[in-house]
């Protein structure tokens, strides 16, 4: 009788060791990380500067939303896919990613961000109605008080930066956690999960949610942007720290670890009498595997002398015995 052999071979001696999984360098991970800011911030603050936003609110969200879940799907394997200060506080809170390496990312997306617009800015220029292209920042630049839409306090804006934050952040930790099991949809619930919340965001106060595309766009706007940019790191902050704090207590708990067996013998403390089939040792012996290749585990062993009548009936119903 020959024995199959496996489909898949182990590494031996002679057979190579399968190549280390795939590791970015954190000179990758940065780059990966500006450059999706970058696509992110010319495609939220573009569309609304060439477009007017109280006419076709969907447009400006929708393309924010959709810029992130494309460069989620270009470029989450090497970095995560943050592109938002928010969100790597939040895996930072949650003990996905360390402090250093957070604060490198922090910078990378400050200096993707300030490209982006500088790329807008230079784009703006050029057009001849457009006499002053920092006014022309002030319409997409998150504010409070006269500077918003609805002339919302900055108590209200705060609030509604917080809580979608929060919701934001929140939906990128459980859609990217390693046990969802549907981790590839992650880029789209987040994009969506994105653009519906600057649909809210974007009437109360063009409130980005995102600390690097408020500065991004304050210090192109004129003097009082910079003045207000202050909530738009603290709120989103803050609600990025709530979810990873939320995230870490509940959903990254450790399983709970399986009972152990009592100890089994006569001077183990505790030790149970063996009261079912399953602390019996035939029947321990059959579920460790088959010792001597029997078909039911059992031992060929010659019965000991002294047995039991209990272990003479026991043997007939398995069929050790002839009938």
Do not use: C
Not at 158 to 184: D, H, Q, W, Y
């Amino acid at each position: 009788m020959t024995s199959p052999v496996p489909a898949h071979p182990t590494p031996g001696p002679d057979l190579p060791a399968a190549p280390d999984a795939f590791k970015p360098g954190l000179v990758a991970r940065l780059s990966a990380e500006a450059f999706g800011t970058l696509f992110l911030v010319i495609a939220g603050l573009g569309v609304p500067l060439f477009t007017i936003p109280q006419s076709n609110p969907l447009s400006a969200s929708l393309a924010a939303g959709l810029a992130v879940t494309a460069a989620m799907l270009a470029f989450a394997y090497i970095s995560g896919g943050h592109f938002n200060p928010a969100v790597t506080l939040g895996n930072a809170i949650a003990g996905r990613i360390r402090l250093p390496e957070a604060a490198a990312y922090l910078g990378a997306q400050l200096v993707g961000a300030l490209a982006g617009t500088l790329a807008l800015f230079g784009i703006l220029r050029t057009v001849p109605k457009i006499e002053d292209t920092r006014a022309a920042f002030d319409t997409v630049t998150a504010g409070f008080g006269e500077h918003s839409i609805i002339q919302a306090p900055m108590a209200g804006v705060l609030l509604v930066e917080v809580l979608g934050a929060a919701l934001l952040v929140a939906v990128f930790l459980g859609t990217t956690s390693a046990r969802n099991t549907n981790k590839a949809a992650a880029p789209f619930a987040v994009g969506l999960t994105l653009a519906v919340l600057l649909q809210l965001g974007q009437a109360v106060g063009n409130t980005p949610f995102n600390p690097a595309r408020a500065t991004a766009s304050a210090i192109f706007s004129n003097s009082w942007s910079l003045e207000q940019l202050w909530l738009f790191w603290v709120a989103p902050l803050v609600g990025a720290a709530i979810a990873g704090l939320v995230f870490r207590t509940f959903a990254d708990t450790p399983a709970a670890v399986p009972a152990v067996l009592p100890a089994r013998g006569p001077g183990a403390a505790g030790a149970a009498e063996p009261d079912s089939d399953e602390d019996d040792p035939d029947t321990l012996d059959a579920l460790d595997g088959d010792l001597d290749g029997g078909p039911d585990g059992d031992r060929d062993e010659p019965k000991p002398a002294g047995s039991s009548p209990d272990d003479d009936a026991r043997e007939f119903f398995d069929g050790k015995r002839g009938k």
